[in-house]
């Protein structure tokens, strides 16, 4: 069946720091990603999304480009806050409606 | 409403009692949706509705669960007998149209954290 993998945390950052997180999945088909964030205390957003190959999903400095080729939807961000500190989850709906959520990766971004 | 609510926010029973979960949609969202989260891991699938009818259960986990969503609005998720596996947070999202190969975006209430003692 469809699954996500993301690369496991945490991951911690100095502010203003460079930021990539890992996401390859496995669907038959033509999937949409996603990457959701969950703050502290807060429930799950969509931080952005791409439904076609080659597609780039963007939304608050953070990108992820969708690669039909290597089956990835990496997130990345060039200069991270403290602001950003959160939980991300990559996911796809692949064939029905439902979403597949990867584990999520915790990021802390220290001042 | 401005977003999707459900309540209770947290819910402590003990085993063998029966729950109830409640989800609020957003106003004219046709499709809603219930995940479960176990700490450390992403949410996973349980069912989902288009209005009042149940498109797939496939997920939840055996005939203790159970949804309705009667008038195409609110939903209740109960789980009968509960167990402490069935602690998690329980999620609900909501999304604009029935769906499709494009993606629809799903926007998630706060969730209800069970604690089942």
């Known amino acids: 069946g469809d699954s996500v993998t993301q690369m496991e945390g945490p991951v911690t950052l100095s502010e203003e720091a460079f930021l990539t997180i890992n996401c390859t999945y496995t669907a038959t088909g033509y999937p949409s990603l996603f990457w959701y964030v969950q703050y502290p205390g807060e429930g799950l957003q969509l931080l952005l999304k791409a439904t076609k190959a080659d597609d780039k999903g963007s939304n608050k400095g953070f990108e992820a480009t969708y690669r039909k080729e290597t089956t990835s939807f990496h997130l990345e961000k060039g200069s991270v806050q403290v602001s950003d500190s959160a939980v991300y989850f990559c996911?796809?709906?692949?064939?029905?409606?439902?979403?597949?959520f990867g584990k999520g990766t915790k990021l802390t971004v220290n001042p | 409403g401005a977003g999707v609510s459900q309540s209770p926010r947290y819910k402590v029973t003990k085993r063998g009692q029966d729950v109830a979960l409640r989800c609020d949609p957003i106003?004219?969202?046709?499709?809603l949706y219930w995940y479960r989260q176990a700490l450390g891991q992403g949410p996973e699938f349980l069912t989902y509705f288009n209005y009042e009818a149940q498109q797939d259960k496939s997920g939840l986990p055996n005939d203790r669960f159970s949804a309705e969503r009667p008038e195409g609005s609110i939903s209740t998720l109960t789980i009968q007998r509960t167990e402490q596996r069935d602690s998690a947070m329980y999620r609900c999202?909501?999304?604009?149209?029935?769906?499709?190969?494009?993606?629809?975006?799903?926007?998630f209430g706060p969730g209800t954290r069970l604690l089942v003692l």
């Open positions: 106003s004219g969202h046709v499709s």
């Open positions: 999202a909501s999304s604009l149209g029935a769906g499709g190969p494009l993606g629809e975006t799903q926007y």
């Open positions: 996911a796809l709906t692949g064939g029905s409606e439902k979403l597949v």
